[in-house]
């Protein structure tokens, strides 16, 4: 059975820190791209940062860029999304969505809510 469960949202004042976990159980990851969503009550989900299967390059959003780091452990089928000098405007619900390039399958996980307070 599939699953893709992410971890370690929370509440957290501006200039603070969280990381993100997105764990999979059911599939291996390795030829999985995976990006990382976001959303905000009333706006369209939006990626702001992936990792690719071949060489681990990464792309962030210019508004994440420099604060968030994307990595994948594909031995622990775990991708991580550290974030550092949170702001308000980073409060959104954060998913991650894995597409494989090979069987084209896709997956969403359910999201976690990252509020950072002012």
């Known amino acids: 059975e599939v699953h893709v469960v992410e971890s370690g949202g929370g509440l957290v004042q501006a200039g603070g820190s969280l990381r993100l976990s997105c764990a999979v159980s059911g599939f291996q990851i390795s030829d999985y791209a995976i990006a990382w969503f976001r959303q905000v009550p009333g706006k369209e989900r939006k990626v702001f940062s992936s990792i690719s299967t071949f060489d681990n390059s990464t792309y962030y959003a210019d508004s994440v860029k420099g604060r968030f780091t994307i990595s994948r452990d594909n031995a622990k089928k775990t991708v991580f999304l550290q974030m550092n000098s949170l702001k308000p405007e980073d409060t959104a619900v954060y998913s991650c969505?894995?597409?494989?390039?090979?069987?084209?399958?896709?997956?969403w996980g359910q999201g976690t809510q990252v509020t950072v307070s002012s």
């Open positions: 969505y894995l597409k494989s390039l090979t069987t084209w399958l896709d997956y």
